[in-house]
Every structure is written in C-alpha cells, then in structure tokens.
C-alpha cells in the first residue's frame, strides 16, 4: 500500500517514532470507488454507508465522506462523530443495541435513518411519537437462519420464530411507528454452538471471508418477508439495508450477485426498493500499514528463530485472529528463515505473525501490512502508548493522531 521509499520510512519513524501507522488517502478512495461502482454496475439505487466501527479516524472519514458515502454508525458516541465531522443527519444510518432515549431524540430531529435492534428500543420510541404527536418512520433488523453454525443470533428480531411478524402487527395496531426498512448484518465473529467448558473466548470465531451463499439466503428471506408483509398489511418496504462484513473490493464480484438478484427477481411487481450497503474493512483493510522496529533477536529450543518488535497486540488486536502479514525492507540475499514475530508486551501471546524473512538486526523496520480495519479503533494503552498516525495523501504526509504521551493519562 505504501508508495514510499525506505529512506522516508526512517525519517518519518524517527520524527513521530515507532511503531507508526500509515494510512493512505488515495487506497481508500479507490476502495469506495471500486464498491460502489460493483454494485452499481448490477443494481440502480444503492447507497453505501462506511462502517464507522472500523475506523473511525476523523480525517479518514472526511476523506470517505468526501467521496459521498453515508455514515453507520453503532453508537450515540459514533452518531457525535459523524456530526462533527460535518455530515448531515439525513446521511446517518443509527443501527445498534444500545441506543439512549435523547440519543434516538436527536437522531429522529435530525432526520437520520433508525434501525431498531428489540422490543425496548420500540417502546421508546413508541413513548417519543407520542410525546411529539407525529409518526415516526424506521427499519427493523432482522436475524435468520443462514447457514451459519453458531449461538442464537442477539441482534434484531428473529424471522423464523415470527418476532419480526409481532413488531409489524405492533405497529400497524398503534399507529405510532412506520416500517420502511429492513435491516440485517452477518456478523464476522460469531460463538459456535459448542463452546467449551463456559469460557466464551473458546467458542469465538472470526468466519471471514464468510461464504457468498449466505447473502444470498439473507437476501432471499428479507425479499420475501417485504413482500409477504406489503401483500399481508400495505406495507411498503423503502430500502433493505444489506449491512457489511464483505471482504476486499477484489474478490467482492459474488457478493454483489448474491445480495442483487433475489431482489431484482422478487421486486417484480412492484418499485425496486434502495439498498443500503454498510463496508468498512473492504473499504479501509489494505489501505494502512504499520511500521515497526526490531528491537531484540532471540533463539528459542530447538533453534526457532524469533524476534521482538516494538509493535504489540495492544495496537495490532486483530493477530489474535490472523497473523499479520509482514514485509522486510532489508533486501538481504541471505536464506529466509522461518521466524515467529513477538510483539514488546509481558505476555505469552503477543504474537504479531509467523513468518519466513532474511536475516536481520536491530533496529531494522518491518511493514506489517493491511491493518487498515479494526486495529486502531480496537487498540488499548496496554503497557505501551498507543502510536502515531500518518495520512498520506498525493505528496504529503500529514499528521492526524498524535503519539499518546505519559501526559494524556493525567
């Protein structure tokens, strides 16, 4: 990702330290560019909404938002931040478990699209159209069987249980709330079914990229519930949100069919609805890397070679999942050797890759590559400061997070 000379790379580590992070404008627009434009090219009403959960950097975002992306945002705290970075409430899509009673307010004043999570979220709602004495237009979220093994789904209303049927029934009878949308997101990380011993982390699993078929059943389903509830009750379904967890735009040709053909087949009869589509990691995942410096060798048991960086899973939170994949700029002729990355953290697992590289020194940089999505929002002051970040955009190379200092925690 990085079009930047090794010379550079020193420099810039030296002025703002290390570990640094480098996050490249023109990658994100070519990303966002290149997902609307595969939708686009199937399907002709489509709004793309980043994913603020991602990376929520606010000059990341202007730079998305620049481009004409809406927001999604999970939080009152995300819904502030999209604010203040200058987008309208017309163009914020409020999804979310938790959503405060002043928070949904402000959001129905400014005009955003709400879609609502559970039974609770409705009563409040209810109790807020009431207090305004207008109708108050929202989308549901839905969660249904996909294919896909894990513990009940948490978010939403259940479609096959007949949950999602109830909150349509509620609404009609009270009159207080209008549906105009359906929502649904396959989540990335879910907990299998058989967990063990009731220790949670050891049902966890990251299915990414997950299996195509699955937006397709989802969109299957989510057609037929909007016609089965236009046909039952005149209600007439204005968008359906497809939400995100896609993977990168080169591989993203599948999902774009999966999701658009079940609703040009089952929207025959009557206007196509908008969809809505929620990336982040396609859109910010390959556009930032991480620079890092060797800071110790080591040789453990049985002659493994291992190194010690400066970089560790308090910044780099997604090598539990996956080892990152790193680069060497020392160009060295000599034999690559399999070699275990640690990161500088008092604990066994911080592991930051494995991976085969030349022989190396002290003091030498690695790039750790594509860690554009969930690093940096994810991150912790966990023994370390969190590092600096770089925006570079053409030429230049602003800085948009400071290093964090002793300073910031007093």
């Not at 699955?214 to 949100?241: M, P, T």
């Not at 690559?336 to 890759?353: H, R, V």
């Not at 600096?388 to 300073?407: M, N, P, S, T, Y």
Request: charged share 25%.
């Amino acid at each position: 990702m990085i079009n930047i000379s090794e010379t550079e790379v020193h420099k810039l580590s030296e002025k703002y330290g290390s570990p640094l992070f480098f996050v490249s404008a023109d990658k994100v627009r070519e990303n966002l560019k290149a997902f609307e434009s595969s939708f686009c090219d199937k399907y002709p009403k489509i709004t793309v909404a980043y994913s603020y959960k991602v990376n929520f950097l606010p000059e990341v975002l202007k730079t998305i938002h620049n481009q004409g992306a809406w927001a999604e945002v999970a939080s009152g705290f995300e819904f502030e931040i999209a604010k203040r970075v200058g987008l309208p409430g017309e163009a914020i899509i409020f999804n979310g478990p938790f959503k405060t009673k002043e928070e949904l307010k402000k959001a129905i004043k400014e005009r955003a699209l709400i879609n609502v999570d559970h039974f609770d979220e409705i009563t409040q709602l209810e109790e807020i159209a009431k207090e305004s004495g207008k109708t108050i237009d929202i989308g549901i979220r839905l969660n249904m069987e996909v294919g896909i093994d894990q513990l009940p789904d948490r978010f939403g209303f259940n479609l096959e249980s007949g949950e999602a049927l109830q909150v349509v029934t509620r609404c009609l009878e009270k009159g207080l709330l209008n549906i105009i949308g359906i929502h649904v997101h396959l989540t990335s990380y879910i907990v299998e079914k058989e967990s063990e011993d009731n220790i949670p982390a050891k049902g966890i699993k990251l299915i990414w990229p997950k299996d195509h078929k699955a937006y397709r059943k989802a969109s299957e389903k989510i057609v037929q519930f909007a016609n089965e509830i236009r046909e039952e009750y005149g209600i007439n379904i204005k968008y359906l949100d497809m939400g995100g967890g896609f993977p990168t735009v080169e591989g993203i040709s599948p999902y774009v069919d999966a999701i658009v053909e079940p609703i040009l087949e089952g929207s025959k009869h009557g206007e196509l609805p908008t969809l809505i589509l929620e990336p982040g990691r396609a859109v910010v995942s390959d556009a930032a890397d991480l620079i890092t410096t060797i800071v110790a060798k080591k040789e453990l048991p049985g002659g493994q070679r291992a190194i010690v960086v400066d970089a560790g899973v308090n910044i780099l939170p997604t090598s539990f999942w996956k080892f990152q994949e790193v680069q060497c700029f020392n160009t060295s002729d000599t034999k690559l050797e399999e070699t275990i990355i640690y990161g500088p953290l008092c604990l066994q697992t911080d592991i930051i890759a494995k991976t085969k590289l030349p022989e190396l020194k002290t003091g030498d940089r690695l790039l750790v590559k594509d860690v554009g999505a969930y690093n940096i929002p994810q991150s912790s002051t966990f023994i370390y400061s969190q590092p600096a970040v770089l925006l570079l955009d053409g030429q230049d190379a602003v800085l948009i997070k400071k290093r964090e200092e002793v300073d910031d925690i007093f």
